[in-house]
């Protein structure tokens, strides 16, 4: 008797002795920072130094890093300035694969007299383990070799500023907009938007799509309105419809429990559930029992060859989930979770859009919602779409096909909406 309920308690706690074997025995990230060049002009009475750094990842699992910091040590009045993108100083998030290399500048702008001693620089990142800390002290007055340049002329200076960055430029102004639509194909354009925040609610979608649809029928003259020839596919990206649901989180925000800093190293690094933060949130979200039923699963479909067994009985909301670097800034420190019922919101975006465009257009006839469709899509680069909810499955085919491409896009491009254009 015993035997047998040691059996059975074995076999049920087989995921727990497999996760605490991956745990102990997968390897993970190995960060390292290395200074590849100083660039120093000076200029009046002003000093300035470009620093380029290279992160290289030299383990055999990704690395996310948040951020970066610069100190000078000891302290002293200077401008600091830490530039990434090459756009502005915000740093984006930085997905850093095995055996792959990034570099970032560091510049400083101090008094001529003033000589640094150490620059001290501390990377935020996480991988398989939560956020820690990689922090790295340099001795620059040790690294006079690597001083390219020494220069008062200006034209040498403006030169060495693009090279380090610090002649950068801004992606989109300040001045605020309201949408931009984009001709990718004859068929397909894209609906450039402000960078749409938890803070904003599905009124202003709606207004959004209902200003952007009117005007481009009218500038593209792709139909009339009263003759509905043409229907209009609205696709919207799954990542929008959640953070407009307030289903994203700052990993700042979130303590992944034992269990999610245990269980994540089941899965591979193109998952973002082997994100200790990712998976802490979808478990809350689904439930530790159907996680842990779903997981049992993975394993034995493993064991008989059969693949996705785990998101088969977890569902969309495991398989839909973005970790930090998967969506637009500020969301590329987010973990951005799958949409709460998307049929529904798909439904209730189209019953309130037919509403918005008559009373805002003065289109008084009742068959309106034959003019589009509304559909919540996940789609990315390798060409994989999913469609999440929709208000007619009719069109399903023709929406996975035209989304092929990503014509939505996971960067800066601030397009989470396409129109698609049918017979």
Same mark, same amino acid.
């Given at each position: 008797?015993?035997?047998?309920?040691?059996?059975?308690?074995?076999?049920?706690?087989?995921?727990?002795?497999?996760?605490?074997?991956?745990?102990?025995?997968?390897?993970?990230?190995?960060?390292?920072?290395?200074?590849?060049?100083?660039?120093?002009?000076?200029?009046?009475?002003?000093?300035?130094?470009?620093?380029?750094?290279?992160?290289?990842?030299?383990?055999?699992?990704?690395?996310?890093?948040?951020?970066?910091?610069?100190?000078?040590?000891?302290?002293?009045?200077?401008?600091?300035?830490?530039?990434?993108?090459?756009?502005?100083?915000?740093?984006?998030?930085?997905?850093?694969?095995?055996?792959?290399?990034?570099?970032?500048?560091?510049?400083?702008?101090?008094?001529?007299?003033?000589?640094?001693?150490?620059?001290?620089?501390?990377?935020?990142?996480?991988?398989?383990?939560?956020?820690?800390?990689?922090?790295?002290?340099?001795?620059?007055?040790?690294?006079?070799?690597?001083?390219?340049?020494?220069?008062?002329?200006?034209?040498?200076?403006?030169?060495?500023?693009?090279?380090?960055?610090?002649?950068?430029?801004?992606?989109?102004? =300040?001045?605020?907009?309201?949408?931009?639509?984009?001709?990718?194909?004859?068929?397909?354009?894209?609906?450039?938007?402000?960078?749409?925040?938890?803070?904003?609610?599905?009124?202003?979608?709606?207004?959004?799509?209902?200003?952007?649809?009117?005007? =481009?029928?009218?500038?593209?003259?792709? =139909?009339?309105?009263?003759?509905?020839?043409?229907?209009?596919?609205?696709?919207?990206?799954?990542?929008?419809?959640?953070?407009?649901?307030?289903?994203?989180?700052?990993?700042?925000?979130?303590?992944?429990?034992?269990?999610?800093?245990?269980?994540?190293?089941?899965?591979?690094?193109?998952?973002?559930?082997?994100?200790?933060?990712?998976?802490?949130?979808?478990?809350?979200?689904?439930?530790?029992?159907?996680?842990?039923?779903?997981?049992?699963?993975?394993?034995?479909?493993?064991?008989?060859?059969?693949?996705?067994?785990?998101?088969?009985?977890?569902?969309?909301?495991?398989?839909?989930?973005?970790?930090?670097?998967?969506?637009?800034?500020?969301?590329?420190?987010?973990?951005?979770?799958?949409?709460?019922?998307?049929?529904?919101?798909?439904?209730?975006?189209?019953?309130?859009?037919?509403?918005?465009?008559?009373?805002?257009?003065?289109?008084?006839?009742?068959?309106?919602?034959?003019?589009?469709?509304?559909?919540?899509?996940?789609?990315?680069?390798?060409?994989?779409?999913?469609?999440?909810?929709?208000?007619?499955?009719?069109?399903?085919?023709?929406?996975?096909?035209?989304?092929?491409?990503?014509?939505?896009?996971?960067?800066?491009?601030?397009?989470?909406?396409?129109?698609?254009?049918?017979?």
């Amino acid at each position: 008797m015993l035997y047998l309920i040691f059996i059975i308690v074995f076999i049920i706690s087989l995921p727990f002795f497999i996760a605490f074997w991956f745990y102990f025995t997968r390897k993970n990230s190995n960060l390292n920072i290395n200074l590849k060049q100083i660039i120093q002009t000076n200029q009046d009475n002003i000093k300035n130094i470009s620093i380029e750094f290279e992160l290289e990842n030299k383990g055999d699992f990704h690395s996310i890093i948040l951020d970066c910091q610069a100190y000078l040590l000891p302290p002293i009045n200077h401008n600091k300035k830490i530039i990434y993108n090459q756009k502005d100083f915000y740093f984006d998030t930085i997905i850093l694969k095995k055996n792959k290399k990034e570099s970032f500048w560091v510049n400083l702008q101090l008094p001529k007299h003033q000589n640094i001693q150490t620059l001290a620089i501390n990377v935020c990142y996480y991988d398989l383990k939560p956020i820690r800390y990689l922090y790295k002290e340099f001795n620059l007055n040790k690294l006079d070799s690597l001083i390219l340049n020494n220069s008062n002329n200006q034209d040498n200076q403006d030169n060495q500023n693009t090279q380090s960055g610090q002649n950068y430029h801004h992606s989109q102004s =300040f001045e605020m907009f309201k949408y931009e639509i984009l001709k990718k194909t004859e068929d397909i354009f894209c609906l450039k938007t402000p960078i749409i925040t938890h803070y904003d609610t599905k009124d202003y979608l709606i207004s959004l799509i209902s200003m952007a649809l009117v005007n =481009f029928v009218k500038d593209f003259n792709v =139909f009339d309105f009263t003759q509905f020839n043409k229907k209009v596919l609205i696709c919207i990206a799954e990542s929008l419809v959640a953070i407009i649901q307030g289903r994203a989180k700052s990993v700042f925000q979130i303590l992944p429990s034992e269990f999610s800093q245990i269980f994540n190293h089941y899965f591979d690094q193109d998952s973002s559930l082997s994100s200790p933060y990712a998976l802490d949130l979808v478990i809350k979200d689904i439930g530790f029992l159907r996680f842990y039923i779903s997981l049992y699963m993975g394993i034995i479909g493993k064991i008989l060859g059969i693949r996705g067994l785990f998101y088969v009985f977890a569902g969309r909301k495991a398989a839909a989930v973005d970790d930090a670097g998967g969506t637009i800034r500020p969301y590329d420190k987010f973990v951005v979770l799958a949409p709460e019922k998307p049929t529904e919101f798909a439904n209730e975006i189209k019953k309130n859009l037919v509403n918005s465009i008559t009373q805002n257009q003065n289109l008084n006839f009742h068959n309106l919602d034959k003019l589009f469709e509304i559909y919540v899509v996940d789609s990315n680069d390798l060409g994989k779409v999913d469609i999440l909810g929709g208000t007619n499955q009719n069109y399903n085919n023709l929406v996975i096909e035209k989304l092929k491409t990503n014509p939505q896009g996971n960067d800066d491009q601030q397009t989470p909406i396409v129109f698609i254009l049918t017979d």
